[in-house]
Antibody, heavy 116, light 113 residues
């Protein structure tokens, strides 16, 4: 069945770089796009960016040049890297499969705290 | 960017009652090409990731109970939950997937009296 699972450090120091991995199973990264969505505690959801099935990427301009998404199709993994982290980047980070624009499957999420 | 305005912020109902949640987009989500509205609804239970309920404004995702009904077109959309159950306690979000960046509504917290 379709599964996505995020992994990465729970604690990152301010100004450092966040690196997260989304490992997928049950579908191919060359057939579906995978997106990253962030949620601040108790707040709404924010679309961050996407990895297209053809390997192309696009990002929310709110993250300007801080964000980078890449993949390793042989390992069925999609990576998120975001630099210059600040306390306001604290939240839960989800990867989700996209089908026709909507997210049909989500990972469990990984909680990231930015603190010294 | 398309702004999604969702209301109410929260509501509390008793089991068996009906609730409506509204979502208004700053521009039309109706595609002239296929006449589909690119609006989805999600349910997020405490401690869980969001779950897709409705897409194309009114198409129920497989396995979603038929008491969840999506309606609306253009810029105004509604999620109706009839015969609310205790298990429906959750936050509900709308998502426009008409254009990038994809944007969500601010959420509605449903509480059961």
């Amino acid at each position: 069945q379709v599964q996505l699972k995020e992994s990465g450090p729970g604690l990152v120091q301010p100004s450092q770089t966040l690196s997260l991995t989304c490992t997928v199973s049950g579908f191919s990264l060359t057939s579906y796009s995978v997106h990253w969505v962030r949620q601040h505690s108790g707040k709404s959801l924010e679309w961050m960016g996407r990895m297209w099935s053809d390997g192309d990427t696009s990002y929310n301009s709110a993250f300007t040049s801080r964000l980078s998404i890449s993949r390793d199709t042989s390992k069925s993994q999609v990576f998120l890297k975001m630099n210059s982290l600040q306390t306001e980047d604290t939240g839960t980070y989800y990867c989700a499969r996209n089908l026709g624009g909507r997210f049909d499957y989500w990972g469990q999420g990984v909680m990231v705290t930015v603190s010294s | 960017d398309i702004v999604m305005t969702q209301s109410p912020f929260s509501l509390a109902v008793s089991e068996g009652e009906m609730v409506t949640i509204n979502c208004k987009s700053s521009q039309s989500l109706l595609s002239s090409g296929n006449q589909k509205n690119y609006l989805a609804w999600y349910q997020q239970k405490p401690g869980q990731s969001p779950k897709l309920l409705i897409y194309y404004a009114s198409t129920r995702q497989s396995g979603v109970p038929d008491r969840f009904i999506g309606s609306g077109s253009g810029t105004d959309f509604t999620l109706t939950i009839s015969d609310v159950q205790a298990e429906d306690l959750a936050d509900y979000y709308c998502l426009q997937h008409y254009s990038y960046p994809l944007t969500f509504g601010s959420g509605t917290k449903l509480e059961i009296k």
